[in-house]
């Protein structure tokens, strides 16, 4: 009896499952998401293939922003790439580059005839990812943007006033200085140290990163980080490094740990921490716009995003294409867009999505969720804060990481250690241009 | 005098050591050329396009401080980590093989950290040396030092020589203990009848006959830090702070899979083979000539 059933159940599956594979067309998706993001995007693609019966969306996950991107390289030079592939903010000037390798997704959208409208999506989200002629290369799916987070429980800790002022860094130094008095260990703390001190720094008082309007405009670009601004910020940052009022933690988001623990009472990082800090907080928090310096630049301007987008890979069939535009557009429907918003503290990239949440009083009731976004969209971009397309950037990045640290430690000033960025990662730029020539 | 035994026929050797040479060239020879002909080249990341620059990415790189100044961290990070399993692995051996009751256990427990993969030794030891939660750097706070290696180059290097040494002394602890016991206990007990004391046995005796075993680990142990170290600098610094922990395997791994920038990687994987040929032609030249079989 046991062996029947047995028996009757593979045969039944060997028979179920073929039908249901092949009656769809598959749309391979990589992404970089693990935990509640992961379970927050398997839940999307689940919704989508439930929506309809045409297309099955296979979601994998192939490891962090990097090891995505090389997975990527990799499948396509084996001619096994997925159909649309995750690439974090910083590939895509090499995605941009690859042209034969991916497919435009203004190019896919209107092939597969959904429902396609460019206006529709945020200037400061679409930007990074539009070419000079304002078409859209690749969909953006998860944007964030820097802001000030701030611990009211060790403010009072300290005792210091947690509505005190906190829009421009020379009251950051002020409150800095009374925090540490008070007897903080960790009066400020980052996560993305090069993105949020120097990239988004660059934008937010409106002063180039790179020439060529930080590589929109063309491939033979040279980084600018070496400007009065950027050193004059990273001066102050190394004296507060030096003085205990900044606390070093590593390269990525590792501050956040100190943060979420209570340890900190500042803490710079994207506006979509706030799934993780509102899980784990066991204090009072709050969410700032990130500070500026008052009379630097044309500060505030807007800041730029970090995140991903998703690219379609050449080399399917025009089926999975039409596939992979109706998940595309599914994706970027305003409901679907609204609910990753609230669940993720992520960008909501279109108006309407962000009109949808702001109706449904999600702003007042978790208050401090909107400061991103009016961070982002307060004033249209300049040729400054559009965002930056520079190649070889991951490894520029690392220089810039390597170079910061030599300010935090007290090794190099912040002059020399950005001139060192600018003659350490140009030669970068001019491989990149040639081996894209 | 060297003894030579000829053999009859040629197919049967051939056929024997076909599989290895099969072996090899998928393995070696293959990706070995790939790497050669890829580092004359500056390729796309994606392989549509490829700009001939003959020798140009080698140029590149050893004018490239930052590149040159990486030898020198390998250099010293070999050294250290060679330096670090090769003395405990030593005086571990010498203990245990003077154990008269439990000597087993001994062994068996201190071979152990031979079985745990290089990357979660990083990972074990990130976790205790944590500038935040670790145990150690706790235990250090306590004493008034304030451990930072997140930030301290030479903390870093410190760390990363550790975990990296740390399996290692298990390896080497388990040819120093075979050699030991291949120690003939009758001049050990002549010499001791004599007078001589265990260190003075020890220097005279004991020493030179381990000297095969100890010039053989000396070679494998610095080839092992040069190329298999990749996954205990990636768990615990990256390659940081600044570059004072990137050897040359990491900044392959750096400028091919995060700079995309895939000449340069071949170039510097051409480098490192010329450079393990060179380590290679030296243990021959030096483990055949004092090795006695």
């Known amino acids: ?437 | 005098m060297e003894k030579r035994v000829f053999f009859k026929g040629w197919l049967l050797p051939l056929l024997l050591i076909a599989p290895q040479i099969l072996v090899s060239a998928v393995f070696f020879f293959y990706p070995a050329g790939q790497a050669v002909w890829q580092s004359l080249f500056i390729p796309d990341p994606f392989g549509l396009s490829m700009q001939y620059v003959g020798l140009g990415n080698f140029k590149y790189l050893l004018s490239d401080p930052y590149y040159r100044a990486s030898f020198f961290t390998t250099g010293l990070f070999s050294i250290l980590v060679t330096l670090v399993s090769m003395i405990p692995a030593l005086f571990l051996a010498i203990v245990a093989d003077r154990l008269i009751k439990g000597a087993g256990t001994y062994r068996t427990m201190l071979i152990w950290p031979y079985a745990v993969a290089p990357a979660i030794a990083g990972v074990l030891w990130l976790f205790m040396f944590n500038t935040r939660v670790g145990v150690v750097s706790w235990y250090l706070g306590n004493l008034g030092y304030d451990w930072n290696h997140v930030l301290n180059g030479s903390e870093a290097m410190g760390l990363v020589v550790v975990s990296s040494a740390w399996g290692r002394i298990s390896y080497n602890f388990l040819f120093f203990f075979a050699a030991l016991q291949s120690v003939p206990k009758s001049i050990v007990d002549a010499a001791a009848i004599d007078g001589a004391r265990f260190w003075r046995r020890f220097w005279t005796i004991v020493l030179p006959l381990l000297s095969p075993t100890t010039f053989f680990l000396l070679v494998v142990n610095v080839v092992y830090a040069f190329f298999e170290t990749f996954g205990v600098i990636h768990t615990i610094t990256s390659g940081g702070p600044q570059q004072s922990t990137t050897i040359l395997v990491y900044k392959v791994f750096a400028d091919g899979f995060v700079g995309q920038d895939l000449g340069s990687s071949a170039a510097q994987s051409v480098i490192l083979l010329v450079v393990v040929g060179a380590l290679t032609v030296f243990q021959f030249k030096y483990i055949e000539r004092r090795v006695h079989y």
């Open chain 1, 1 to 437: 009896m046991k062996k029947i059933s047995i028996g009757a159940l593979a045969v039944s599956s060997t028979l179920l499952s073929p039908i249901a594979a092949y009656a769809e067309t598959e749309v391979h998706f990589w992404h970089a998401f693990t935990g509640r993001l992961g379970e927050l995007v398997a839940a999307q693609v689940e919704d989508f293939n439930t929506s309809q019966d045409k297309y099955t969306v296979v979601q994998s996950h192939k490891g962090n922003y990097s090891e995505t991107l090389n997975a990527g390289i990799a499948a396509f030079r084996a001619g096994e790439q997925p159909q649309i592939l995750m690439v974090f903010e910083v590939g895509t000037a090499t995605m941009m580059a690859a042209k034969g390798a991916t497919r435009p997704v203004y190019e896919v959208m209107a092939a597969s005839g959904a429902e396609f409208d460019q206006d529709a999506y945020i200037g400061a989200v679409k930007g990074y990812y539009t070419s000079t002629d304002g078409d859209m290369l690749s969909l953006p799916f998860n944007a964030s943007t820097p802001v000030l987070w701030v611990n009211r429980d060790a403010f009072k800790a300290a005792g210091v006033d947690p509505d005190t002022d906190l829009s421009t860094w020379q009251n950051v130094d002020k409150t800095l200085t009374a925090l540490k008095a008070g007897g903080s260990d960790c009066p400020l703390v980052t996560a993305w140290q090069s993105w949020i001190h120097l990239e988004n720094f660059s934008a937010y008082h409106d002063v180039p990163f790179a020439s060529k309007d930080n590589g929109f405009s063309g491939l033979d670009t040279e980084l600018q980080v070496n400007g009065d601004a950027q050193i004059a910020h990273l001066t102050a940052m190394g004296q507060w490094a030096k003085d205990g009022k900044f606390i070093y933690t590593g390269r990525r988001n590792e501050g956040g740990a100190n943060f979420r623990a209570g340890e900190c009472a500042l803490f710079t990082e994207s506006s979509a921490g706030y799934a993780g800090i509102k899980s784990e907080a066991k204090f009072a928090f709050d969410v700032r716009p990130l500070p500026y310096w008052e009379g630097v630049g044309n500060a505030p301007q807007n800041t730029i995003i970090g995140g991903a987008s998703l690219w379609v890979m050449e080399g399917h069939e025009e089926e999975e294409y039409k596939g992979a535009g109706e998940f595309l557009s599914y994706l970027s429907s305003s409901d679907v867009q609204a609910k990753w918003h609230q669940d993720t503290g992520y960008l909501p990239i279109t108006a309407e999505a962000s009109a949808a949440t702001k109706a449904s009083g999600f702003y007042e009731e978790n208050v401090g969720t909107e400061v991103a976004v009016i961070q982002m969209t307060a004033k249209a971009p300049t040729a400054n804060s559009n965002g930056l397309r520079l190649g070889s950037f991951d490894q520029i990045r690392g220089i810039i990481d390597e170079e910061l640290e030599a300010i935090w430690s007290g090794d190099k000033s912040a002059k020399d250690a950005m001139d060192s960025v600018v003659t350490r990662g140009n030669p970068l730029l001019r491989r990149f241009e040639q081996a894209n020539r």
